[in-house]
């Protein structure tokens, strides 16, 4: 007997260790009692009862990521565009996530899918092409709300890729290639007129700086000329003042020594002798000084006598 109780001991022993489990962190476990929810269990040790509980579902509570591959979708303007989505979500409720849709992650992503195609068919292809923010913020605000009900948060939608028809495509290119070439033509005709203006200003201030530079010479020159006039003007009244002063001193030296009548008319004698070495062609001789003169000659030949 005692064998059979062992037996039924260990039989026992191992049925509690098999419903004894340990959730991870981040991990939730939903627990159904006898086919019905009975709870959510967390983090930790935890037990439940032999063949009437069982673990209905194991839940992650991270982020998760879905990457949708490209879907046609029509713009506005009937333009068919491959479109590639990435949803990041959350589940914040694991028994909305176990009984509220069948297949949830299907169920987003056909979500995603219609969700995509209206927003998408309300947009022109270039307000496409350039609103991939007003996109993504419609997406996750829709799908975050359709998802409420299934125990999903979602937390940001991205467009991947957006890819228009090949056609479309080189018709851009050609496009962005005539911008390009429009920009750089307005660079060139933008820099070669700065280039103008500033060749222009530089003559313009070197014709400047050369007037002022000439003005100035001449000012200096005008300013030579005339300190050269005024020392030469100077000079020659220096010598008018020295003959003069000799002249007079001359005179002085003649009236201090009491000359004689004899000298006083050779004095005369002389100054007609100055008077006639000039560039006159007549010389009027008064009658005194023609008296002098014969006097003179008078003198000379008695003295030769």
Do not use: C
């Not at 269990?41 to 490209?70: M, N």
């Not at 995603?112 to 195609?117: D, E, H, I, S």
């Not at 309300?122 to 350039?130: F, G, I, N, R, V």
């Amino acid at each position: 007997m005692w064998i059979v109780g062992l037996i039924i001991a260990l039989i026992a022993f191992f049925i509690i260790i098999r419903n004894i489990f340990v959730v991870q962190q981040s991990r939730a476990y939903v627990i159904e009692r006898l086919g019905a929810f009975h709870s959510v269990q967390g983090v930790g040790l935890h037990l439940k009862i032999p063949f009437i509980d069982r673990i209905a579902r194991r839940v992650s509570l991270k982020e998760q990521v879905l990457d949708y591959p490209p879907q046609p979708v029509i713009t506005k303007d009937n333009v068919t565009m491959q479109i590639d989505t990435v949803v990041y979500f959350q589940i914040t409720d694991p028994k909305l996530y176990a009984y509220g849709v069948e297949q949830p992650m299907a169920a987003m992503e056909t979500l995603t899918a219609t969700t995509l195609r209206n927003i998408i068919g309300d947009l022109e292809l270039d307000q496409t092409l350039t609103s991939r923010d007003v996109v993504n913020t419609k997406m996750r605000a829709i799908l975050d709300e359709a998802t409420d009900p299934w125990g999903i948060k979602v937390n940001r939608v991205e467009l991947k890729n957006i890819l228009p028809p090949q056609d479309i495509q080189n018709s851009m290119e050609k496009q962005m290639k005539a911008e390009r070439d429009r920009r750089q033509a307005i660079l060139q005709a933008e820099g070669q007129k700065k280039s103008a203006i500033l060749i222009a200003e530089g003559e313009k201030e070197s014709a400047i700086l050369r007037a002022s530079a000439e003005k100035e010479a001449a000012i200096l020159k005008a300013e030579a000329e005339r300190q050269a006039a005024i020392l030469k003007a100077e000079g020659e009244a220096e010598a008018i003042r020295q003959v003069q002063q000799a002249l007079a001193n001359s005179l002085a030296m003649l009236n201090d020594n009491a000359p004689t009548d004899a000298v006083l008319k050779l004095k005369s004698i002389e100054a007609m002798q100055v008077v006639a070495n000039g560039q006159a062609t007549k010389i009027i001789i008064p009658s005194e000084m023609q008296g002098l003169v014969g006097m003179a000659n008078g003198i000379v030949e008695g003295v030769k006598e």
